[in-house]
């Protein structure tokens, strides 16, 4: 069936330093991949999403490229700030309306 | 920011007893979801509708607990006979027409079964 794996369940970083999450997923649907963040008691929130092969998406300095070859949509970003650290889930939607979530990556980012 | 509004924030039952708790999605979202997010941070698919409609639900959902998104009035989603089990953050989340798989979540209610 449908997946989606995030291997690290944290990460922990000194602020200023890059950080890739990693994403992979299995599907035999055309996939659409998102990434979520949640923090500390509030909703989870969509931060990134794409569905075209190749091509570089980017928000609030997070940047992600959706590979279908290797079947990845890992997230980074070049400089963390302490105000990034949170919950980051990846997403993958899939036939008809189902969207599976993977595990979850707790980055945590010190001083 | 989204705007999906969900109560109450805090919900504490004793085991057996009914919990419900409700959701009104963002203005113009047709599709509406319940998740089970647990002490881990996995989310469990609960259910989803489409309007007024049952688009899937899972087992579990089908024996205990209970769903709907009626006409003008907020979705909710019951437990019929509360378990310790089903202590976590229950979450939902609404999407656009035609972008069913962007989800706009609500704050969750965090259900405590003593």
């Known amino acids: 069936g449908d997946s989606v794996t995030q291997t690290e369940g944290l990460v922990t970083l000194t602020k200023g330093l890059p950080v890739m999450l990693n994403c992979t997923y299995q599907?035999?649907?055309?996939?659409?991949l998102f990434w979520y963040v949640q923090h500390l008691n509030e909703a989870p929130k969509l931060l990134l999403k794409?569905?075209?092969?190749?091509k570089r998406t980017e928000h609030q300095g997070f940047y992600a490229t959706l590979h279908k070859s290797s079947s990845s949509f890992h997230l980074q970003k070049s400089s963390v700030q302490l105000s990034d650290s949170a919950l980051y889930f990846c997403?993958?939607?899939?036939?008809?309306?189902?969207?599976?979530f993977g595990s979850g990556t707790r980055l945590l980012v010190s001083p | 920011n989204s705007k999906v509004i969900q109560t109450p924030r805090y919900l504490v039952k004793g085991q057996g007893q009914k919990a419900k708790m409700r959701c009104i999605p963002e203005?113009?979202?047709?599709?509406v979801f319940w998740y089970q997010q647990n002490k881990n941070n996995e989310f469990k698919f609960l259910i989803n509708?489409?309007?007024?409609?049952?688009?899937?639900q899972i087992d579990m959902t089908e024996k205990r607990f209970s769903a709907e998104c009626p006409s003008n009035s907020p979705c909710s989603l019951e437990i019929q006979s509360s378990e310790a089990g089903d202590s976590a953050l229950y979450l939902c989340?609404?999407?656009?027409?035609?972008?069913?798989?962007?989800?706009?979540f609500g704050p969750g209610t965090r259900l405590t079964v003593l």
């Open positions: 509708f489409q309007n007024q409609e049952v688009l899937q």
């Open positions: 989340a609404s999407s656009p027409q035609g972008r069913s798989y962007e989800q706009y």
């Open positions: 203005k113009g979202h047709p599709v």
């Open positions: 794409s569905s075209t092969d190749n």
């Open positions: 997403a993958l939607g899939t036939g008809g309306y189902k969207v599976v």
């Open positions: 599907t035999t649907y055309s996939p659409f």
